[in-house]
């Protein structure tokens, strides 16, 4: 029944009937952090031992993601220095939080123009006679 129910309300539901979260498993955001840092490892950035802004921001996102999981879980410690983690590559991605807000307008679309451009046979017997 409270399959159900669920499936009525549009929730995720897994064989045993408990709700997944939406998005990507915990375990694949820990494989993509762990990837990460090896690639980064591997790689050996430049010089300067800076990583780029993208590189940052998706640290923060998945540092992010993975932090929200352990707060549903109930590890506050954990949801905590994970999220401290997030605001860290955050910042160094250049990240603007929050995005500034700008009040935009879009122009009405142009209506349709519908053609009529299908080939017909023209007259049976044509007067010139070039």
Do not use: C, I
């Amino acid at each position: 029944m409270m399959r159900f129910l669920r499936r009525a309300k549009g929730l995720p539901v897994r064989d045993d009937g408990r709700r997944r979260a939406a998005g990507p498993s915990p375990w694949r955001l820990r494989w993509d952090l762990a990837s990460t840092h090896v690639l980064v490892w591997l790689a050996h950035p430049s010089a300067g031992g800076e990583l780029r802004p993208e590189v940052h921001l998706f640290l923060a996102d998945r540092y992010g993601r993975l932090a929200r999981h352990h707060q549903r879980l109930g590890h506050p410690k954990r949801a905590v220095a994970l999220d401290h983690k997030a605001e860290e590559h955050f910042r160094l991605g250049g990240g603007d939080w929050p995005p500034p807000a700008v009040a935009m307008a879009m122009p009405l679309p142009r209506p349709k123009v519908l053609r009529d451009a299908v080939a017909r046979p023209g007259p049976r017997n044509p007067d010139d006679a070039a």
